[in-house]
């Protein structure tokens, strides 16, 4: 699939693992090799709800060849922190880019809870099977995949708002207990 047909007419990189203090300017030197359309304001950092930055940037290149070029970057350092860099399209950073950052909707009553760090190929019975036991919920659940998203894309909407308020307080106790 090329970036330019589904994914817009625009070649997009993902990375993570920034130093949460790296500027445009860093990341433009990290992608020396490679053309970054409209220099700094191709780099579209990724703000958490308090507008702190996520350590997260999309990266917009000139053609599929610096997309390329981009990739080899994956795992090198900056800093002292390795950084991953992932093929992406326009349609998942514009995506991000509206649910994410301290002017995102309020997502305490859109009936999502935010799922982090499932793994690729994360089922739905999997996730069930990870909240069963530890609450009595009927869990209704539907997972976003979207040809251009990668499946599991951190957002599982929920049927029920109270629903979604239990889950939210069943993982903040789950990562409390480690």
Known sequence: MMLGTKG????????WGLPWS???DEVQRFFSDCKIQ???QGIRFIYNREGR?????????????????????DRETMGHRYVEVFK????EMDWVLKHTGPNSPDTASDGFVRLRGLPFGCSKEEIVQ??????ELKLELTMIHHE???????????TDLGLAESITALEEELALKG
Do not use: T
């Not at 990870?130 to 609450?135: I, L």
């Not at 990668?150 to 909407?157: I, R, Y």
């Open 53 to 73: 930055p996520s350590g997260e940037a999309f990266v917009e290149l000139e053609s599929e060849y610096e997309v390329k070029l981009a990739l080899k970057k």
């Open 8 to 15: 817009g007419d625009r070649f997009v990189v993902k990375v």
């Open 38 to 40: 409209n220099g700094a």
């Open 22 to 24: 790296g500027s445009a």
């Open 88 to 91: 992406s399209n326009s349609v």
């Open 148 to 158: 251009n998203l990668w499946p599991c894309s951190d957002q599982v909407p929920m």
């Open 130 to 135: 990870f909240f069963s036991g530890a609450v």
